[in-house]
């Protein structure tokens, strides 16, 4: 299962034999799109401070997927080049489960 890249759709059929030997086909065509947050997580940190944050990661398929991390640090007032967030670029999840991804900011 993919998303679909600009101006193009997906395309798939589905066959429904019928009793009667004689069966029905739908042609389907769509688009998909990258899921939706499930929320937001504002946290005040104190400066100068490090701190570790634990995020829950749901895998709603039945077969394990990869899910790439993106971190950036959002409209800082004035960058400072020492404060950085560490973590894995990556976390794989077993199907129709969870994992804990533990992200770590410092200075």
Excluded: C
């Excluded at 895998?59 to 894995?88: C, H, M, S, Y």
């Excluded at 999840?93 to 804990?100: D, K």
Aim: no cysteine.
């Amino acid at each position: 299962l993919t998303m679909t890249t600009e101006n193009r759709k997906h395309n798939g059929s589905i066959f429904f034999p019928l009793p009667d030997g004689t069966g029905l086909l739908y042609n389907m065509t769509g688009f998909s799109d990258q899921p939706r947050p499930i929320g937001t997580l504002p946290i005040d940190i104190p400066a100068k401070t490090q701190h570790t944050e634990t995020l829950r990661v749901h895998n709603w398929l039945r077969v394990p997927q990869r899910f790439i991390v993106i971190r950036e640090i959002l409209k800082p007032d004035r960058p400072d080049p020492a404060t950085n967030l560490k973590g894995f670029d990556y976390i794989d999840v077993p199907g129709l489960s969870e994992r804990e991804y533990t992200s770590l900011r410092g200075v």
